[in-house]
């Protein structure tokens, strides 16, 4: 038959495009598309169709060009195209548009409002999220399943996250929607006062007859671990050593509730049973026991764990390295901690800021300022930037060994860092100024300047500096100037 001859109607069209979009054909769906825009037939479940097969496809930007082009060839958009675009926008993760289409539209169902909450959650905006919900309500729409959960996961970031959770929850159960544990698993309850719902989700679940996932149990152990609950943490994993129903993350927040609240034991008793149940810890479990051990103020075992980490298969990462050198630094031991620091330039963990603030406080326990210059330096020269703690330990060793000089040069390049000193900066330097007790009054006058207010361990190394020097007594009336002055601040607040 001549081509001539076949009839281009709107369902000799269309059933050419939706046979391109179940084949996934898009770019034919999309050549069909651009002849049929100059024929009567070119209609809007043609541009559906193309759609949404662009957006299978990840060709949604195509897609959403389409749609772009639909009211310049006199095309009305339905529910149905629209759908299509805002599944193109979630196909390309374009939250943002997706969002505000919604808003802009009247062409809205169930599947429209699912997508935008869905959207809203990934955002982070949570009061659109609930907004979007409501309004669905408002228009009679009934939310489904995915929607509910995609608001419950959304309403989290909320202050009050985890009772509007938990009201979600109770009004998605009134309206008989039948609830999943991806319902009460998105919860995700914060550790200020979350976790004792939390403790309630598995008895509610197993009442609704929910199967109790690994997921599940995950989010009631995170909850535990956040709040530091680690006696909790312990039973649950108790309940559960036998079951189906737990993995490496139960051990290791569980690690982490006791780490959490220094409970080095327990700790340790964890890492050890995960053997006998055939789980192999993992770089989270290690750290979190390096945790512990550095909050009980014993770093022998702190490093004892560090080197028995590659005989487990396991690399030290930066955060185990510098809990090792941080619970040295606590116990004084500074040549062990800067021993430790050097050698993470030989392995593959990277020294970060916080393990040069370990090294560096390390030395200020012994008043080694010249060693704790050097690693500042040395921080700068790795590319990093230091911070007023960095300085500030740098300057409580130039205190303890009485270096004024060296003390007042680590201002000033504070300073030409734009970096804002605090009491604690000028506590060391007024420390540091005992031989140089001329230089105290300047550093006490100098603190206004800073906006440093001048607090009691200030006012008290300046009167020290000045003791028997023959210009106390010109001392003892900027002081008491001081002193009546941070009192009339302190009242102004009240």
Request: charged residues 15%; glycine residues 6%.
């Amino acid at each position: 038959m001549p081509c001539e001859q076949v009839r281009r109607d709107a369902v000799s069209f269309s059933g050419t495009i939706t046979a391109c979009e179940r084949r996934s054909r898009w770019p034919d769906a999309l050549e069909v598309i651009s002849f049929q825009e100059s024929h009567p037939s070119f209609g809007v479940f043609s541009c559906t169709s193309t759609i949404t097969g662009c957006a299978k496809e990840e060709s949604w930007h195509r897609g959403l060009a389409l749609f772009g082009l639909m009211p310049a060839a006199r095309v009305v958009p339905n529910v149905a195209v629209a759908n299509s675009a805002m599944r193109a926008f979630e196909r390309g993760a374009q939250w943002q548009p997706a969002v505000e289409m919604l808003g802009r539209t009247s062409l809205r169902d169930v599947i429209s409002f699912g997508t935008g909450v869905s959207a809203c959650e990934r955002l982070g905006q949570w009061l659109q999220a609930l907004a979007a919900l409501t309004g669905m309500v408002w228009l009679r729409f009934l939310p489904d399943l995915i929607t509910c959960n995609a608001a419950i996961s959304a309403v989290r970031l909320s202050s009050d996250g985890w009772m509007t959770a938990a009201s979600l929850l109770r009004s998605a159960r009134e309206a008989n929607l039948r609830l999943d544990a991806v319902s009460y698993s998105a919860l995700g309850l914060d550790a200020h006062g979350g976790w004792r719902w939390t403790l309630q989700l598995l008895p509610h679940m197993r009442l609704e007859l929910i199967e109790v996932d690994v997921v599940s149990h995950g989010v009631v152990m995170s909850s535990l671990e956040k709040a530091s609950r680690w006696q909790g943490a312990l039973r649950l994993l108790d309940v559960l050593a036998n079951s189906t129903a737990t993995d490496v993350r139960s051990y290791s927040s569980a690690i982490s509730a006791c780490a959490r609240s220094s409970q080095r034991a327990e700790a340790f008793a964890i890492l050890d049973s995960m053997e006998d149940h055939s789980f192999r810890p993992n770089l989270v479990c290690y750290c979190s026991v390096i945790t512990a051990c550095e909050r009980s103020g014993e770093w022998e075992l702190a490093l004892a764990v560090l080197s028995a980490m590659p005989a487990a298969r396991v690399v030290p990462d930066t955060i185990s390295y510098s809990s090792v050198i941080s619970a040295m630094e606590k116990a004084a031991q500074w040549q062990l901690a800067l021993a430790l620091l050097l050698t993470m330039g030989a392995s593959s963990a990277t020294p970060n800021a916080i393990s040069f603030n370990a090294g560096i406080s390390a030395c200020e326990q012994r008043g080694r300022w010249q060693v704790a210059a050097s690693l500042l330096d040395l921080l700068l020269q790795s590319g990093l930037q230091p911070d007023t703690v960095s300085y500030n330990s740098a300057l409580s060793s130039c205190e303890k060994a009485q270096k004024w000089r060296p003390a007042a040069h680590l201002l000033q390049e504070l300073a030409g860092r734009e970096l804002q000193p605090n009491a604690i900066t000028f506590g060391a330097l007024l420390g540091a100024s005992k031989q140089a007790w001329q230089k105290a009054g300047w550093l006490l006058a100098s603190m206004p300047g800073h906006r440093v207010a001048a607090n009691s361990v200030c006012l008290d190394e300046a009167a020290a500096a000045y003791e028997g020097s023959a210009n106390s007594q010109p001392m003892a009336v900027l002081l008491a100037a001081l002193s009546e002055r941070d009192v009339a601040d302190a009242l102004r607040g009240v």
